[in-house]
Structures are given as structure tokens and as C-alpha cells.
């Protein structure tokens, strides 16, 4: 790919899109990439990308299952402290925060993030493996594409003295995948009050971008009864026999395909043996929607059918020993961030900058992003770079192809939004309280 010489930029300068909707936007791009150091930085980040993607196989191979972040955090902070963060820590949650202080007082306060968390319990092998320019590894991309091309950010950024107007908060997140629960960026926003605009760096290829929060509740429900021998007992309501009724139910319902609303059961388990009548299974389920009401009324269904379920395996038996325990084991709220907002109409024109072509994708998926989405912050999740696939699973891969694109995207964004000092304004707004 191509080198950001002047007469590139030139071309950029031509070509770059003229977007109606926010004219001084596309003047802050043709500024930035004017720019010399803007330039060099660019480039920099392009020359970092070998030793970006050591980085990204070393936190890899450090295990960060969910609610266990600690090593991989206690290394994140390390790097940023190596990178000159001297006063970068480890929050009470576990996230690893650092601040780099722009020119304007302190806001804007936009933050660039990455998770540090993985699927993976901590019996998962995590050894990278390449073959044929492919590596393997569980994790390998998400997140830790977005954590090294976080790192590849700030080194260039600060090896080149970028000042930005706004505050920069640089953040490594815990507990954004599965059960975690958002608990990393939950607790960002409730100690940091004076966030003005959020990006997450998750997912690889820079064309897509969350601009829309899924939203999604998380249930376990466990049947419990009285259970018994399964010939000299039989008779009494069965445990399993009372979920199997509710998934048969569960399996039955049609939620919209737009807003795109789904559902699952995901885990079940329960019984003691192939001779009793089971006193006790459980499941969780996961509900999903980029709509918060569609995914209110998928749960209002969703738990009734349950209920309905344990009073039919009563029924069943003229008894009334069969209960279900219903409990909320995750809540990510829905949101959207429209097309016009600065910070998607400034991602939109990075991608274009650095992409030189291809159409951004809008999309909706849940990630640390729906905080911020929920309480009506901008924000929005870009990629890292590189492409991949087999996300969740232990065959997960990477290939670096076109990969320093995710931090050259990032730079781009941030400077537009945070502006850079004596040459232009940030596009993100000070929220008001």
C-alpha cells in the first residue's frame, strides 16, 4: 500500500468526498492531511506494523479470561507506562487508564479504547501459530488486534508530539465479552463524568462501523423439584422435563427482522443420573435487539412462555413441587448514534482518507460502545485492521493484511474529533450537563 508522500496527499486532497451534510468537516480532513506532521505520523504508523503485530501475538498469549484480566492488565499498563504515561493505573474495576492531556482545559474528553478480555476460560491453550501468513490463536483478533493497534496509536502520536485540543483518555476495558457484562465501561462512565465522545477499537476491517448498540438480556432460569427414583417415584414433575417444555416453547417465537431481533438458549444442564427424575436443570438464554422496546417485548414472551412451562409440568402431574428461579445475568442497552453526528461523518471520512474507495458499512453489534450509546454519548466502534475469522472459537485466525489501516483510521478519527492544536477545531461537542 501506499506511502503518505506529498503527491498522495495531493490526490487525497482531490479526491477526498464532499459530504453535504458538514462542509467544515471535510475542510478539518483536507487540513489534517495537509499537514506535515500529520503526515509523518501516518507514515510512522505504517513502519510500526511488524512490531505492531509481535505486540498484538505477545498479548495474545497472555490469558485474559473473563473476571481474570489481571495479568494482561498489569502488562497493557506497563506498555503505557513505557510509552510515557507515567501516571496510567489500574482502575477499581480493572480497566488500565491513562490520560493525555490536550491543549484545551481539559475537554473535549474523547476516549479511545480497546478490551483486554477474552472468551476464553483460563484452560484454553493460547499459543500463537502461523502457517502460510495465517496466525491462530484464540483471541489472536479479538481484542488483541484493537489493543496493539491502540499502542501503535499512542506511539505515534507521541514519538511525533501530536497535540490535540481535547483530552484524550486512553483505555484497556475488562468485561466486554459474555458475562463480564460491560462491567469495565460501566465503571469508566460512572468515575468519569465529563466523557464527551467514545471509540472502541474491536473487529478488524476499518469499512465497518458500529454506530448502533445491540442490546441484550442475559437469563438464567433454574426449574427445581422435589426430584425421585425414576420407577418407584414416577409420578413427580421432572426438572428437565420442565425445560425441555420451555425450549420447546422458547423455539416457536418470531421476533421482527427489523429491527433485527434474536434469541437463543445457549447452555442447558441438570439430573444426576439416567434413573432419576431430575431436581434441578437450568439454562441460559440470551435475547438480542437493536431495538430496546422489540427486546422488551421478545423478554415479556420469552419469561411468560417459561412460567407457562413449569405450570404445565405441574399440571401434567396434579401437583404444584415444580418452580423455576428466574435471574438476570446480563444487560447491554440498545442505542444508535445517527449518520450525522461529528463522530460518525468523522470516521466515515477516515475511512475514505485511508481506504481510498471502499463505502463504509454502518452496522449494529454489541460492544463497549452501548454505554455510551445508552447514555446518549457519541460513539462508535471501528476496526484495527488486518482480516479474520472464527471469532469465539479456538481456531480463531488473523492475517495482517493492509493492518496498519486500523491505527491510521484511529489517528485520523481522533484528530478530527479532538482537533489538532493551531490547526484545527475539534468536531466533538462538550457535552452539557
Do not use: C
Amino acid at each position: 500500500m501506499m506511502k503518505f508522500t506529498a503527491s498522495i496527499v495531493a490526490t487525497l486532497l482531490l479526491a477526498a468526498p464532499a459530504f453535504a451534510q458538514a462542509p467544515s468537516m471535510d475542510a478539518t480532513l483536507q487540513a489534517l492531511l495537509a499537514h506535515p506532521k500529520v503526515v509523518k505520523t501516518l507514515d510512522d504508523i505504517r513502519a510500526d506494523d511488524a512490531r505492531a503485530l509481535e505486540e498484538q501475538k505477545r498479548i495474545t498469549e497472555i490469558p485474559a479470561p473473563p473476571f481474570k484480566e489481571k495479568v494482561r492488565a498489569e502488562y497493557y499498563l506497563k506498555r503505557m507506562q513505557e510509552l510515557g504515561f507515567k501516571d496510567a493505573a489500574i482502575d477499581s474495576e480493572g480497566n488500565v487508564v491513562a490520560l493525555r492531556k490536550g491543549t484545551g482545559g481539559g475537554r473535549p474528553k474523547l476516549v479511545v479504547s480497546a478490551h483486554l478480555d477474552t472468551v476464553f476460560p483460563d484452560d484454553v491453550d493460547v499459543t500463537v501459530k502461523e502457517k502460510d501468513g495465517v496466525i491462530t490463536a484464540p483471541g489472536i483478533g479479538d481484542d488483541s488486534r484493537g489493543l496493539a493497534a491502540l499502542l501503535s496509536l499512542v506511539k505515534a502520536m507521541n514519538e511525533n508530539a501530536i497535540a490535540t485540543v481535547g483530552d484524550l483518555l486512553v483505555v484497556g476495558t475488562v468485561g466486554e465479552e459474555e458475562l463480564g457484562n460491560l462491567r469495565g465501561v460501566k465503571a469508566l462512565f460512572r468515575d468519569h463524568k465529563d466523557i464527551d465522545g467514545f471509540i472502541s477499537i474491536d473487529g478488524l476491517g476499518i469499512s465497518r462501523v458500529v454506530n448502533q448498540s445491540t442490546g441484550s438480556h442475559r437469563y438464567e432460569m433454574v426449574f427445581k423439584g422435589p426430584g425421585g427414583h425414576s420407577f418407584q417415584e414416577f409420578g413427580l414433575p421432572s426438572a428437565i422435563h420442565a425445560m425441555g417444555r420451555a425450549i420447546a416453547k422458547i423455539s416457536e417465537l418470531r421476533p421482527p427482522a427489523e429491527p433485527r431481533t434474536t434469541f437463543t438458549v445457549g447452555t442447558v444442564r441438570g439430573g444426576t443420573s439416567v434413573n432419576a427424575i431430575a431436581a434441578e436443570a437450568r439454562m441460559a438464554v440470551d435475547m438480542r435487539s437493536n431495538d430496546t422496546a422489540e427486546l422488551l417485548r421478545l423478554e415479556e414472551k420469552l419469561l411468560a412462555l417459561v412460567r407457562q412451562a413449569v405450570a404445565e409440568e405441574n399440571a401434567r402431574w396434579n401437583t404444584d413441587k415444580m418452580t423455576v428461579e428466574i435471574k438476570l445475568i446480563g444487560d447491554r442497552p440498545a442505542g444508535i448514534v445517527s449518520l450525522d453526528a461529528p463522530i460518525v461523518q468523522a470516521t466515515q471520512r477516515a475511512v475514505s482518507a485511508i481506504a481510498r474507495g471502499p463505502r463504509v458499512t454502518f452496522a449494529g453489534s454489541s460492544t463497549d460502545s452501548n454505554i455510551a450509546m445508552s447514555l446518549g454519548i457519541p460513539a462508535v466502534t471501528i476496526g484495527g485492521g488486518g482480516e479474520g475469522g472464527n471469532w469465539h472459537s479456538r481456531n480463531e485466525w488473523y492475517k495482517p493484511t493492509d493492518a496498519w489501516m486500523g491505527p491510521q483510521n484511529a489517528l485520523l478519527t481522533v484528530l478530527m474529533l479532538a482537533g489538532l492544536d493551531g490547526v484545527t477545531r475539534p468536531a466533538l461537542a462538550v457535552r452539557q450537563k
